[in-house]
């Protein structure tokens, strides 16, 4: 049994998993032979891949302090991956320690180090749950108890969506979650697009259909529209490294970037 009670058994280590390949780029050791296989074929490809994953984190990371500096107090962050430090809550509860946060993720390995790492705070709590079922995840218990949906949220889909497929509505989903939202909540969001990197992507997306999820990157308009009915915040959706950068940024470690992420406001 995983510390949330799931049966370790279901813990998939003949494939690929998203989680686990995305910790791999990160740096860290919560993967099998399987994920470093297919992580490295991607890293062989798009070498970029490294510091996109980094620029990624980083910019989950300032969110984070923005939200929590401009008096959010509550924050539902799904598609939360393997806790690498500073965590969300670890970066919010540095800037408040009473703020409340909530992780969700379909992966059950995330479930397994979630207990000690994510959970272990006060004011956390983390569940299995897949966003392709908003309602499953707004009626959640772990939601009742640490949300309050009276008060102003941050709700984070960040680096998430692109494991949706089309037929799956992304978009749909987004404007479930986003509808369940009081006025003053913010989105943040990131996304993987192609854009920059038209010509390698075609074998990274086969690598991608053998694991448990496949990668469904998408064009900046695209994305765009998950923050429809929001006020995007300057300086609005751009490759993760330009999100209130705070070093300098050079044209040319931006342009090896192939995410991009916003964060935005419900009036
Ligand atoms: C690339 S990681 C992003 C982690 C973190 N949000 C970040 O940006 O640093 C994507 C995470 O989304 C999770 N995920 C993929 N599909 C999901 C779904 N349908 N519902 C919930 N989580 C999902 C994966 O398990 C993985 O942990």
Do not use: C
Not at 10 to 18: A, G, Q
Not at 73 to 79: K, L, R, T, V
Not at 147 to 154: E, K, L, N, Y
Not at 234 to 243: I, K, T
């Amino acid at each position: 049994m995983t510390d949330q009670g799931f049966p370790l058994e279901e813990i998939d280590t003949s494939r690929p998993h998203p989680a686990r390949m995305y910790d791999y780029y990160l740096g860290g050791r919560d993967n099998y032979e399987v994920d470093r296989e297919a992580a490295q074929r991607v890293v062989d490809l798009l070498p970029d891949i490294i510091p996109a994953a980094r620029a990624n984190r980083n910019f989950l990371h300032r969110a984070v302090r923005f939200l929590a500096g401009s008096g959010i107090e509550q924050f539902i962050d799904i598609g939360t991956g393997i806790p690498t430090s500073p965590n969300t809550h670890e970066i919010a509860q540095s800037v408040s320690p009473d703020i409340r946060v909530a992780y969700i993720d379909n992966d059950p390995i995330v479930a397994t180090h979630a207990g000690a790492r994510l959970t272990g705070a006060g004011n956390t709590g983390f569940f299995l749950g897949d966003v392709r079922d908003p309602a499953s995840i707004l009626d959640h218990p772990t939601i009742g108890k640490l949300i309050d949906f009276g008060q102003p949220v941050a709700l984070m889909l960040v680096a998430v969506l692109h494991f949706i497929k089309d037929e799956e509505n992304p978009a749909g989903i987004v404007a479930e979650l986003r509808d369940a939202l009081p006025a003053g909540s913010h989105l943040v969001l990131s996304h993987a697009t192609a854009d920059f990197h038209a010509d390698s992507m075609s074998e990274v997306f086969k690598i991608y259909t053998k694991a448990t999820a496949t990668l469904n990157t998408r064009p900046r308009d695209e994305i765009v529209g998950y923050f429809d009915g929001f006020d995007l915040l300057e300086p609005g959706l751009v490759q993760v490294p330009l999100w209130r950068p705070e070093q300098p940024q050079s044209a040319k470690d931006v342009a090896r970037v192939g995410f991009y992420g916003g964060v935005a406001r419900k009036g």
